[in-house]
């Protein structure tokens, strides 16, 4: 059974930091593209970064040179570091594997709210 769990959400100021990370289980990261979405209020949902052992990673332009995605073989993790947040960075994120051959392969995890606000 495959598990995706999100933590690390939560209420931070404009030009402050918060560290996500995906607790994964029952995959392998090998075969997977490992995504970060968000989607805020009214907006459809939204690639944040993605990493691979084929394309490495991937940024959408808003965050980039803000926001770090790795993976942690050791404890089996997709971690997203976003630094200098801004208002505009408030949604839901969630995270994703994607297999990059069949693409039915394809998991969610429930997401954690990010707000940033003074």
């Known amino acids: 059974q495959v598990q995706l769990v999100e933590s690390g959400g939560g209420l931070v100021q404009p030009g402050g930091s918060l560290r996500l990370s995906c607790a994964v289980s029952?995959?392998?990261?090998?075969?997977?593209?490992m995504g970060w979405y968000r989607q805020a209020p009214g907006r459809q949902r939204e690639l944040v970064a993605a990493?691979?052992?084929?394309?490495?990673?991937n940024y959408t332009d808003s965050v980039k040179g803000r926001f770090t995605i790795y993976r942690d073989g050791a404890d089996n993790t997709v971690n997203l570091r976003m630094n200098n947040l801004k208002p505009e960075d408030t949604a839901v994120y969630y995270c994703?594997?994607?297999?990059?051959?069949?693409?039915?392969?394809?998991?969610w995890g429930r997401g954690t709210q990010v707000t940033v606000s003074s």
């Open positions: 994703n594997a994607r297999h990059r051959i069949v693409p039915a392969y394809d998991y």
């Open positions: 029952g995959i392998s990261f090998g075969p997977y593209i």
């Open positions: 990493v691979s052992s084929i394309t490495g990673t």
